[in-house]
C-alpha cells in the first residue's frame, strides 16, 4: 500500500469515512496527492462530535426564557426620531460607519447559477436591469452624497464564488463606488454529511464543502486582515445581500443605538402569524438570543405588554449594528454550528453524480445571532416591514422577486410623493 494511504487509512476506518477513498485508483497522480491533503487538513473527531451532538435535542425551559424590550418606529416621537437621525447624522458625515454585505451564497433556488447577488431585476418603466449588489451599492451612494462621506463597503464572499463576484464588479466598474473603498474577504467552509454521517464528494476526488454560516464573519474578517482598514470606524452595518428594501445607511438606527450606548443592535419586524415555526426575538437566562417559538407556551405565544403589544413577535430580517470594539471582539469567541437538512447533489457508490429532488444532507451554519448573549444593553428596533423587509430568496413562496419588486415600486413611489 502507498504509504501516504497507510498514514490516513487507520483515521478514515476509526471514523468510518474509508468510503472516500472509493475511487482513490482512478485518479490521476496529482488528483490523488490533492485528495490526500484533503483529507489529511480534515478534523474527522470535531465532524463526527458536530454529527453526534446535533442529534440531541436543545431544551429551553420556559422559565428561563422572557420577553424583549424594543423600540418601534410607529412608536417613537417625532422629537425622539429627530434626535436619533441627528446623532446617526453626525456619526455617518464623520465617517464612522462601515457596512459590511452578507453575500456568500449562489442563486440555486433563484434557478440562477451564479453568485447572487449579481442576480439582476428588471425595473419598470424603462426596463432597466439593476443586481442586488447594485440595488445596495446605490444606497450607498445616495448616502454619500447626502451626508458628504465615502462609506468603506465590505462584502463577505465564500470560495465557490469569490472569484465570480469580484469579476461582476470589474465588469460593471464597481457601479462607479470608489474602488479603493470596496473590500472583498472570503467566509470559511465545512465540510457536508450524508445523514449516516458520512463525508459527501463533490467529485470521486473532491470532499464537499460548503459556506458555514453568517456567523463566520467575525473570523474571516479578521483573517483577511481588515481591522486595519477600520481606523476611523466606529460602528459596523451588517447585512444580507437580498433584501432590496432595507435602509442600510439608517441614520436613525445608528443614532438610536449609539444614544443607548449599544455595542449591539438589529433590526426586526412583526410576525403576523404567531402559529408560524419562524423564530423570535427573546431573553433567555437574561441574555439576548433568537429562539425557536416551540419553547413558548401558548399563554408565552400571545401574551402582550403593557402597551397591548405581543412581547415575543419580533423576527430577525439580518440587518445588525455592531460597535467597532464589540465586532472585533466577536473574532475571538466560539461560535456555536447548527444542523440544517439540505438538498445535495452528490457521488453514489458507482462514482455518478446524483442530482436531488429532496433533502437528503446535514450542512452545518454559524449564525451571527449567537454573539448576542455576550453583549448587554441590546437594542432592538421594529422597523416597517413594507419599508425595509423584501427579502428574494426562490421563486415560489412569499420572499419572491415579483413580491420583492412590487413592495421596492410602492416603496419609490412613496418617496417621491412624500418630495
Known amino acids: 500500500m502507498d504509504e501516504k494511504l497507510k498514514e490516513i487509512s487507520p483515521i478514515l476506518e476509526k471514523y468510518e469515512q474509508s468510503h472516500l477513498l472509493n475511487f482513490y485508483d482512478d485518479l490521476t497522480e496529482k488528483q490523488k496527492e490533492n485528495l490526500i491533503e484533503q483529507i489529511k487538513e480534515t478534523n474527522f473527531s470535531f465532524i463526527n462530535k458536530l454529527y453526534v451532538n446535533s442529534f440531541k435535542n436543545k431544551v429551553i425551559e420556559k422559565n428561563r426564557i422572557k420577553p424583549i424590550d424594543y423600540y418601534s418606529i410607529f412608536d417613537l416621537s417625532q422629537q425622539e426620531k429627530e434626535e436619533y437621525i441627528n446623532l446617526g447624522k453626525s456619526i455617518i458625515a464623520n465617517g464612522k460607519l462601515a457596512v459590511i454585505t452578507l453575500a456568500g451564497g449562489m442563486g440555486s433556488r433563484l434557478g440562477f447559477k ?202 430577525n430580517i439580518l440587518a445588525h449594528l455592531f460597535s467597532k470594539d464589540a465586532f472585533l471582539k466577536c473574532s475571538e469567541l466560539e461560535i456555536p454550528y447548527h444542523r440544517a437538512f439540505k438538498k445535495t447533489d452528490y457521488i453514489n457508490e458507482e462514482g455518478m453524480k446524483m442530482v436531488v429532488r429532496e433533502p437528503n444532507s446535514f450542512k452545518f451554519e454559524k449564525f451571527i445571532f449567537d454573539v448576542f448573549q455576550y453583549f448587554d444593553n441590546f437594542t432592538l428596533l421594529e422597523v416597517d416591514e413594507s419599508q425595509e423587509f423584501a427579502p428574494i430568496k426562490a421563486f415560489t413562496g412569499m420572499a419572491t422577486p415579483e413580491r420583492a419588486l412590487e413592495m421596492y415600486e410602492k416603496k419609490m413611489k412613496k418617496s417621491q410623493n412624500k418630495k
Open 114 to 315: 451564479g453568485p447572487k447577488g449579481t442576480y439582476e431585476l428588471q425595473l419598470p418603466p424603462d426596463e432597466k436591469r439593476k443586481s442586488l449588489f447594485e440595488f445596495i451599492c446605490d444606497k450607498l451612494k445616495y448616502a454619500n452624497e447626502k451626508y458628504n462621506s465615502c462609506i468603506p463597503w465590505y462584502i463577505m464572499t465564500s470560495p465557490s464564488n469569490d472569484k465570480k463576484t469580484k469579476e461582476y464588479f470589474e465588469l460593471h466598474n464597481y457601479f462607479d463606488y470608489p474602488k479603493e473603498k470596496v473590500h472583498f474577504f472570503k467566509q470559511h467552509t465545512i465540510h457536508i454529511l450524508d445523514i449516516n454521517g458520512k463525508v459527501m464528494l463533490d467529485n470521486i476526488g473532491k470532499l464537499k464543502r460548503d459556506s458555514n454560516g453568517n456567523g463566520d464573519i467575525f473570523k474571516a474578517f479578521k483573517e483577511a486582515e481588515l481591522e486595519e482598514t477600520l481606523e476611523n470606524i466606529e460602528w459596523i452595518s451588517v447585512c444580507g445581500v437580498d433584501n432590496i428594501l432595507l435602509e442600510v445607511v439608517d441614520p436613525l438606527f445608528v443614532g438610536l443605538s449609539a444614544h443607548n450606548k449599544s455595542k449591539v443592535a438589529s433590526k426586526s419586524v412583526s410576525k403576523k402569524d404567531l402559529e408560524t415555526k419562524t423564530w423570535v426575538f427573546a431573553k433567555v437566562d437574561g441574555k439576548t438570543d433568537i429562539i425557536n417559538p416551540v419553547f413558548l407556551t401558548d399563554g408565552m405565544r400571545y401574551s402582550k405588554n403593557k402597551n397591548g403589544k405581543y412581547q415575543y413577535n419580533q423576527i
